[in-house]
Structures are given as structure tokens and as C-alpha cells.
């Protein structure tokens, strides 16, 4: 392998495995959003469905 291909190797790693990191630290600071955003509650839309019949 070249320097340059060793190169990009490591640089691909660092990436990869950096966000994997990442995102598990930022996951666990923050498990749950706080707050949803608007349209984000059960409207309970099947009670309102029209009758099904067997026929």
C-alpha cells in the first residue's frame, strides 16, 4: 500500500468509527426528546372510521 492509501485508510476510520461515537455520547445525554412537535398526539382517527360490515 501507499502513504496515500494508508492515508485515507485512517482518515476513513477516524470518520466512521468518530460519528459511531458520537452519536452514542449524544444519545446518551439526550434519550428522549422533551417535547414533541405540533400533530404529535393520538387524534384517535380509527374511532372515527366508518362501520365495516360483513356482508
Known amino acids: 500500500?501507499?502513504?496515500v492509501a494508508?492515508?485515507?485508510l485512517i482518515l476513513a476510520i477516524v470518520v466512521v468509527w468518530g460519528g459511531l461515537i458520537a452519536s452514542a455520547l449524544y444519545l446518551r445525554s439526550r434519550p428522549e426528546p422533551s417535547s414533541y412537535p405540533p400533530g404529535g398526539t393520538d387524534?384517535?382517527?380509527e374511532d372515527?372510521?366508518?362501520i365495516?360490515?360483513?356482508t
Open 52 to 54: 365495516e360490515h360483513d
Open 48 to 50: 372515527s372510521a366508518p
Open 1 to 3: 500500500m501507499t502513504g
Open 43 to 45: 387524534d384517535h382517527r
Open 6 to 8: 494508508i492515508a485515507f
